[in-house]
């Protein structure tokens, strides 16, 4: 599943998702969510909207409001069935309102793609682009031997392939200033097993279990996208949306 959003980081969530989905032969759920806050503010009385050419006033009316969801919603549509068709996969959209973060959690999919927070940089449309460039990324994911981490990492897998990307495996320590233990030892070794048997380019990375350290290994390895079984995120001390917020890459939450 994908929330769909008119900017530059939905667009990289959007190549994210096509690409998981052509890997591995899934079906790709659009989701577009209206904005509820947006739509509550048009029922104050005071809710005003201001032109950027005449600097004009007037009534911030639903009617127009929801005129323009309904304008956006098809629009993305389009984009991604055309996406889709490119890819030869499956799609299918759906509109709700409320939270995007919330809506498209609670959808429970088995992978759900979010947007991080930077933005591509000028003229680069997201990831699928940047690895025909020839820049250096990597498709990161969270190894720590659970069922939801090897479904992660088959995900990761098939996606780097696609792209011809390297595989990031990051393996969490239970301390971070304690030596590996056995189980992080065993989660290692079989990181390690899996890139020799699925021939793929990569590395497995100990990772001690803090935010700031998830985030600083994103980015120094160059990570496009990080995946991460939604049970790790307690173990980092953070929430989904906190680490939206400053994630450099996109996200897929696998459950």
Known sequence: LVPLAASARGEAALDAAVGLAAALGARLEGLFVEDANLARLCALPFAREVSPLTTA??????????????????????????????????CSFDVTRGQLLAEAVAREADLTVLMGRERPAAGDRGPARRAAGGMPSSVAVIFDASAASLRGLAAATGLARTLERELLILVPRGDAAAAPSATQRSAGEQARDWLAA???????????????????AVRVHGGSLLALPAATLAAFATDLAALAADAPCTLTLVR
Not at 73 to 80: D, S
Not at 81 to 88: F, P
Not at 203 to 210: D, E
Request: charge should be positive.
């Open 198 to 216: 699925e021939g793929v380019a990569g590395t497995a990375v100990p990772l001690a279990p803090t935010r700031d350290a998830l985030l600083a």
């Open 57 to 90: 006033h007037r009534l911030l009316a639903l009617a127009d409001v929801e005129r323009a969801f309904r304008v956006e919603a098809a629009r993305l549509q389009r984009v991604l069935e055309h996406r889709a068709q490119q890819a030869r996969v499956e």
